[in-house]
């Protein structure tokens, strides 16, 4: 069964940058295309990004296009999410998980993300 | 990009009867290799989402069969019946058919 830790989460200023870090579990990540996806304050699920496996396509929802990278390391067992350039209204709790594709597919307790002046 | 839209948004329902949420997709949601990618999920106040249902009809493994998935192409149906107060929360379809993954507004489950 797949477990998925996400962390890094914390308050930022406008313009800085976060890391935030995916540790799998319970699987092999290679065998996964892993995702992000966030939800901002009172709103619904959005997807972020998503990685092939084996180090394979990238995928970015536009308005992180540019600012994200989303990278791998499966002999670690993680997946990570690098922000950089970060905007009031990237303000929101990030989950990560296996792409929606894989049967059972899950996420993360989330990581908050708070950009604020 | 694939719009998921949801009705209804809002849906209040007596202890033990049933609530049914529509999702529609702007396109078809088969995938080249005849797979179709429709996912329930359920959120908790203050908890991360959870998946109910993948691949229009297949449930979760510990997911009761009171929630049941239905329908093809574009059009496509949760049915909770007989619900239960852990029932309550936000229910959102979602595509992985394409990227962009797309979901649903939310149907927001509450008990009368």
């Known amino acids: ?117 | 990009d694939i719009v998921m839209t949801q009705t209804p948004l809002s849906a209040p329902v007596t202890l033990g009867q049933s609530a049914s949420i529509s999702c529609r997709s702007s396109q078809s949601l088969v995938h080249r290799n005849g797979i179709t990618y429709l996912s329930w999920i359920h959120q908790r106040p203050g908890q991360p989402p959870r998946l109910l249902i993948y691949k229009i009809s297949r449930r979760v493994s510990g997911v009761p069969d009171r929630f049941s998935g239905s329908g093809a192409g574009t059009d496509f149906t949760l049915k909770i019946s007989r619900v239960e107060l852990e029932d309550v929360g936000i229910y959102y379809c979602m595509q992985a058919t394409d990227f962009p993954r797309t979901f649903g507004q939310g149907t927001r489950v509450e008990i009368k």
């Open chain 1, 1 to 117: 069964e797949v477990q998925l830790l996400d962390s890094g989460g914390l308050s930022v200023q406008p313009g800085g940058s976060l890391r935030l870090s995916c540790t799998v579990s319970g699987v092999r990540l290679s065998d996964y295309v892993m995702s992000w996806v966030r939800q901002a304050p009172g709103k619904g699920l959005e997807w972020v990004s998503s990685i092939g496996q084996s180090r394979g396509q990238e995928h970015y929802e536009d308005s992180v296009k540019g600012r994200f990278t989303i990278s791998r390391d499966d002999p670690r067992g993680k997946a990570y999410l690098q922000m950089n350039s970060l905007r009031v209204e990237d303000t929101a709790i990030y989950y990560c998980g296996t792409d929606a594709q894989h049967d059972s597919h899950t996420w993360g307790q989330g990581t908050l993300v708070t950009v604020s002046s």
